[in-house]
């Protein structure tokens, strides 16, 4: 008699199983989009203000690293800046005297001109101012094209310094060291005081508001599952508690893989799965790694 009783109570517990692993068509677990942070400048840490669960705003400047070098790069830069800019001739200034030269020698022309015709001139006379007027012409020409090609040159070595200088201050940026995203700090990889390089991880943060459960689904499920179909996505807390929350379909895998030994479909003995990411908004009691189940809505 108390073998049928256990028997029967072994029965029902095995029922009960089936008919939960059946209420759902998938499970997995909370994944965030995570972020490991680096150095993109080469000096002392100075500071990081990044500790373990601390929630940092997006653009939020949270360390530095040594500035000092690239600082006194920069003021070497711009003292070659006003150097260079010093240098450029005034052009207007330095063809005055040529120009002065040829307006006295046209009015000389000029003169002598009337002096020929009242035949009180020669005709030498005349044919040297002409070529005196020549002479200046070709002077003054050349002295512009002189100033010109030097005053070109300097506006590009002016150009290639202001380029450095943005360069030197786009290092000296990075060496502020701000949060990508809204999120938490999930891990810190960097002190005070250490050398940080560039590509050096500091700390891994994660958008803990916007989760996703990552499920897999069989073939056979997959066909009734589409990009941006809702589901009701259930946190498992464990004994039984279970909270739902309203989540959307937000990325399928587009190759199959072996199903995972943790993961559980409603076809378990199925050889390949696809995974899915059903997006749901965090009300701050779902956590990273979290397991939950999810019920993909019927078409209608």
């Given amino acids: 008699m108390k073998r049928k009783y256990f028997s029967c109570i072994t029965l029902l517990i095995l029922l009960s199983a089936c008919q939960s692993n059946t209420d759902f068509d998938a499970t997995g677990t909370f994944e965030a989009t995570e972020i490991i942070v680096s150095a993109e400048s080469n000096g002392r840490l100075f500071r990081l203000d990044a500790e373990e669960g601390m929630r940092l705003s997006q653009g939020e400047e949270i360390g530095l690293i040594d500035t000092v070098q690239l600082y006194l790069k920069k003021l070497q830069l711009e003292a070659n800046m006003k150097a260079v800019n010093n240098q450029r001739p005034d052009i207007h200034k330095q063809i005055a005297a040529t120009k002065e030269q040829l307006t006295t020698a046209h009015r000389e022309r ?3 001109e009337k002096l020929l015709k009242a035949n009180a001139a020669n005709r030498k006379q005349l044919d040297d101012w002409e070529a005196q007027i020549s002479v200046l012409q070709s002077q ?4 512009i094209s002189s100033l010109t090609n030097n005053t070109q040159s300097l506006n590009e070595q002016s150009t290639s310094v202001a380029v450095q200088i943005l360069q030197i201050e786009d290092l000296l940026s990075k060496c502020h060291i701000l949060s990508p ?12 005081g250490e050398l940080a390089s560039t590509g050096k991880p500091l700390f891994k943060i994660a958008d803990t508001h916007n989760l996703f459960l990552r499920a897999y689904v069989t073939t056979s499920q997959l066909k ?7 589901a009701k996505v259930f946190a498992d807390f464990g004994n039984g508690n279970r909270k ?3 989540g959307t379909v937000s990325w399928i895998a587009d190759e199959a893989e ?4 943790t993961i559980l479909t409603e076809d378990e003995r199925a050889n390949q799965v696809y995974a899915v990411k ?3 908004t965090n009300d701050g009691i779902l956590k990273i790694g979290m397991y939950g189940e999810v019920k993909f809505d019927e078409e209608e």
């Fill in 258 to 261: 072996f199903t995972p030994k």
């Fill in 140 to 143: 003054l020409e050349a002295q």
């Fill in 110 to 112: 000029e003169r002598v």
């Fill in 181 to 192: 995203i809204d999120g938490t700090v999930l891990a810190k990889y960097a002190e005070p």
């Fill in 224 to 230: 009734t599952i589409k990009l941006g179909a809702q």
């Fill in 244 to 246: 739902e929350y309203q």
């Fill in 278 to 280: 059903i997006a749901v």
